[in-house]
T-cell receptor, first 111, second 115 residues
Framework: GESVGLHLPTLSVQEGDNSIINCAYS??????FIWYKQESGKGPQFIID?????DKRQGQRVTVLLNKTVKHLSLQIAATQPGDSAVYFCAGGGGNEKLTFGTGTRLTIIP | NAGVTQTPKFQVLKTGQSMTLQCAQD?????MSWYRQDPGMGLRLIHY???????DQGEVPNGYNVSRSTTEDFPLRLLSAAPSQTSVYFCASSNSLSASGNTIYFGEGSWLTVV
């Protein structure tokens, strides 16, 4: 099966700076990954996804990078804002397998 | 569009009590599931359903029952609550159960404390 984890439980970033949140996975057969944002007291919200046939995908202020060689993906948030403070976690899986979720990194934006 | 709606938001139970967490979705998704979220752990799948009348066990099913009488509703029942079931519960729905190309939509969560 798949195991998905995150490198750091917490991350503090100055407002306006860019932030990078990392995630590692174990199953080389995993071909789909999602990043979720979870604000305090709320359910996880979809941010961006990426398939294994891509190395990079960009959204609004967010970029996901996938390195299949080392089984690592990252979420980059540009020009962070106070509203970006939340827990971010990745999820991954492949084929008919259900998604496996990581534990999350708590991002704090310092004013 | 309400998405996935769960009730109650907060609940305190005594050990041995039973209760039902309600979940409804209005996106006509075939797939619905229940997860629990505990500190230091990723979301863990409790039970899931691939359509009305069909349910199956996830990673941590013990102590929970589900039913799927309609496409919209997927209640989670705690048969005899235990302190180990203190957790945050999330209902989710999606177009597919498989990982590939699938976006899972989550409810706002139900905070359950068993004393």
């Amino acid at each position: 099966g798949e195991s998905v984890g995150l490198h750091l439980p917490t991350l503090s970033v100055q407002e306006g700076d860019n932030s990078i949140i990392n995630c590692a996975y174990s199953n080389s057969a995993s071909d789909y990954f999602i990043w979720y944002k979870q604000e305090s007291g709320k359910g996880p919200q979809f941010i961006i996804d990426i398939r294994s046939n891509m190395d990079k995908r960009q959204g609004q202020r967010v970029t996901v990078l996938l390195n299949k060689t080392v089984k690592h993906l990252s979420l980059q948030i540009a020009a962070t804002q106070p509203g970006d403070s939340a827990v971010y976690f990745c999820a991954g899986g492949g084929g008919n397998e259900k998604l496996t979720f990581g534990t999350g990194t708590r991002l704090t934006i310092i004013p | 569009n309400a998405g996935v709606t769960q009730t109650p938001k907060f609940q305190v139970l005594k050990t041995g009590q039973s209760m039902t967490l309600q979940c409804a979705q209005d996106m006509n998704h075939e797939y619905m599931s229940w997860y629990r979220q505990d500190p230091g752990m990723g979301l863990r799948l409790i039970h899931y359903s691939v359509g009305a009348g069909i349910t199956d066990q996830g990673e941590v099913p013990n102590g929970y029952n589900v039913s799927r009488s309609t496409t919209e509703d997927f209640p989670l029942r705690l048969l005899s609550a235990a302190p180990s079931q203190t957790s945050v519960y999330f209902c989710a729905s999606s177009n597919s159960l498989s990982a590939s190309g699938n976006t899972i939509y989550f409810g706002e969560g139900s905070w359950l404390t068993v004393v």
